[in-house]
T-cell receptor, first 109, second 116 residues
């Protein structure tokens, strides 16, 4: 079967750095997405990786290793507003999105 | 700019009652439209998607149905709700072929359904 694994919950301190991991086993690979979802709200797009390596976008970076079936989202200079769930999703060989259950990130002052 | 509207935001319905959730997109033509359900502790589950008027693909057999009467309108319906239909329903849109580039999904604000 197809599976996306990410930690259920993480806690970090304001101003610090946190890395949220995502591992996947899917039928083929056509890109990996990270979305941010604040409680009770819609997910919003953060990043897209299709080739190995690091994609940087301001305070957020996303890394992909296709050979390892692994990605991480790196958040720097954490702010209280970064408290949210972070969803990892992989597009498989049929171009269907497979979603992880999300990682709830709690930021403490 | 493109916007997506989804309503109602919340609703509480008795078991066996009908359901209608509506989603409209503005500022784009011929979008791909999606209905997802999000259950606590689980990944987003694709329920239906549509690449054009009257074209609906169902991903999960259930007592829900979807319709696309107009290019930018997508409706999720049920004739008789079950307790298990409770959840957070999200409409989304994208443009272009899903095999081309990122094909990012943009989500509506969601509809919280509680079936009692």
């Amino acid at each position: 079967g197809q599976n996306i694994d990410q930690p259920t919950e993480m806690t970090a301190t304001e101003g610090a750095i946190v890395q949220i991991n995502c591992t996947y086993q899917t039928s083929g690979f056509n890109g990996l997405f990270w979305y941010q979802q604040h409680a009770g709200e819609a997910p919003t797009f953060l990043s897209y990786n299709v080739l190995d390596g690091l994609e940087e976008k301001g305070r957020f970076s996303s890394f992909l290793s296709r050979s390892k079936g692994y990605s991480y989202l790196l958040l720097k200079e954490l702010q209280m507003k970064d408290s949210a769930s972070y969803l990892c999703a992989v597009r498989d060989s049929n171009y269907q999105l497979i979603w992880g259950a999300g990682t709830k990130l709690i930021i403490k002052p | 700019s493109q916007t997506i509207h989804q309503w109602p935001a919340t609703l509480v319905q008795p078991v066996g009652s009908p359901l209608s959730l509506e989603c409209t997109v503005e500022g784009t033509s011929n979008p791909n439209l999606y209905w997802y359900r999000q259950a606590a502790g689980r990944g987003l589950q694709l329920l239906f998607y549509s690449v054009g008027i009257g074209q609906i693909s169902s991903e999960v057999p259930q007592n829900l149905s979807a319709s696309r009467p107009q290019d930018r309108q997508f409706i999720l319906s049920s004739k008789k709700l079950l307790l298990s239909d409770s959840g957070f329903y999200l409409c989304a849109w994208s443009v272009g072929d899903s095999s081309s580039g990122a094909n990012v999904l943009t989500f509506g604000a969601g509809s919280r359904l509680t079936v009692l």
